[in-house]
């Protein structure tokens, strides 16, 4: 699991102390996104620093506005108050027609029917062009991950700015290229939204539909010193409460939101599964330290009388340690410090609500939840 070649940087505070490091996972939900941007802003405050970054659509946003930042998170604010907008949604019109610096809606409605999706995302590219990119590629700064999803096969991808020599060997969903603009559109490519994504000849649509928790490549590039003690935030923006939705949109987003919801339960749980049995495979595999579980062998074959069948248990056991899969279980050092931070919501809260009141409420609230969390984590899933 864990890369041992990627270098943590000890870069140090104002004080000249070591700053506190951190991993961070960033789902997407449209203009939830402002909630992570305070949840940085407090963990920055705090006088940490993110060392890996994962995200998927507005949380890939993030990710990546984040690993550019020359003020973090100063940086990450301004983004989402560039996006804001004065005007609120007219009556009976569900989304806004357009976000500046994100998208600008389609107006030829003659071809209405040959659509694939509603707006140009023409304003974000452009964005996102004028990022230092120099920055962002530079993994000794902070490592970063997107998730995008492949619309031909299903299945999820993972870009990053990790050399190829450097990613898990052996793992086809992270794929190589020159980490760029192309790779975040991807990953906020929403189906229907915006138009989807064409590289090297695959085309892609947001990560959320197949992987909005992108947990999965921040936990396989840690080095194993991050694995036992590098504190991994997962900041969970989606709730199990809900308003009764009024229109066709909102029923989309409600039943998406559900789905996502889930999707991390299940896998929050499912990872605390693993990490329980591998960490009961380890104590067995002390038991069978290699000399002392001959040396039993040897006094269990000496025995007038032995239990009925603790021969042959035991040179099965033997055997099935020299395997290169046990020994591969073995060297996986499950992370230990993982924490799903539940951002609570308004029931009411559109994803798709950009005036500057809210956005600047997500920000307030996103930042005080946060640190809320830290000072009290019991009040939060810690896995």
């Given amino acids: ?36 941007a305070g ?11 993110c060392t890996i970054v ?21 940086d990450v604010e301004k983004m ?29 409605y003659w071809a209405l029917p040959a659509w694939t999706y509603g707006a140009y995302n023409t304003p974000l590219k452009e964005m996102l062009e004028g990022l230092d990119w120099d920055q962002v590629r530079d993994p000794d700064h902070m ?9 031909e096969n299903g299945k999820t991808v993972y870009f990053s700015n990790i050399p190829p020599g450097r990613l898990p060997p052996g793992q086809p969903e992270y794929l190589d290229g020159h980490f760029g603009v192309q790779h975040v559109l991807a990953s906020g490519s929403f189906p229907g939204g915006y138009p989807w994504t064409v590289i090297d000849g695959r085309t892609y649509w947001d990560g959320g539909a197949t992987d909005n928790t992108p947990i999965h490549p921040v936990i396989d590039n840690l080095t194993k010193a991050e694995a036992e003690t ?41 990872a605390q599964r693993y990490a329980r049995f591998i960490s009961l495979l380890k104590d067995v595999n002390k038991i069978l330290v290699q000399k002392d579980a ?23 056991l033997l055997r099935v340690k020299r395997k290169k899969d046990w020994g591969d279980v073995m060297k996986y050092d499950h992370v230990q410090n993982v924490h799903a931070v539940d951002i609570k919501k308004p029931a009411e809260d559109n994803p798709a609500e950009y005036t500057k009141q809210t956005i600047e409420r997500r920000l307030q609230q996103g930042c005080e939840q946060m640190c809320q969390y830290l000072d009290s984590p019991s009040s939060a899933t810690s896995g």
């Avoid at 994962?54 to 100063?74: R, T």
Wanted: aromatic share 6%; with cysteine; net charge negative.
């Fill in 1 to 36: 699991m864990a890369s041992a070649e990627t270098p943590v940087s000890a870069k140090t505070g104002s004080g000249g102390s070591p700053q506190k490091k951190f991993g961070l996972v960033l789902q997407g939900c449209a203009a939830l996104g402002a909630y992570e």
């Fill in 54 to 74: 994962a995200g998927a659509s507005s949380g890939a946003l993030n990710a990546v506005k984040l690993a550019a930042a020359k003020n973090p998170p100063d």
């Fill in 39 to 49: 949840a940085i802003k407090c963990l920055y405050g705090r006088g940490m620093e």
């Fill in 230 to 270: 590098l504190p991994i935030y997962v900041i969970d923006v989606f709730t199990g409460a809900g308003s009764k939705p009024t229109n066709l949109l909102e029923v989309e987003l409600r039943f998406f939101e559900l789905l996502l919801q889930n999707n991390l339960e299940t896998d929050t749980k499912r």
């Fill in 80 to 108: 989402w108050r560039e996006f804001a907008s004065d005007a609120e949604l007219p009556p009976l019109v569900p989304i806004k027609l357009e976000v500046p610096h994100m998208y600008s809606a389609r107006m030829d």
């Fill in 143 to 151: 490592r970063v991950f997107v998730s995008a999803s492949d619309i």
């Fill in 294 to 316: 001959k040396r039993i062998l040897d006094e269990v074959k000496k025995l007038p009388a032995a239990p009925s069948g603790l021969e042959d248990l035991l040179e099965d």
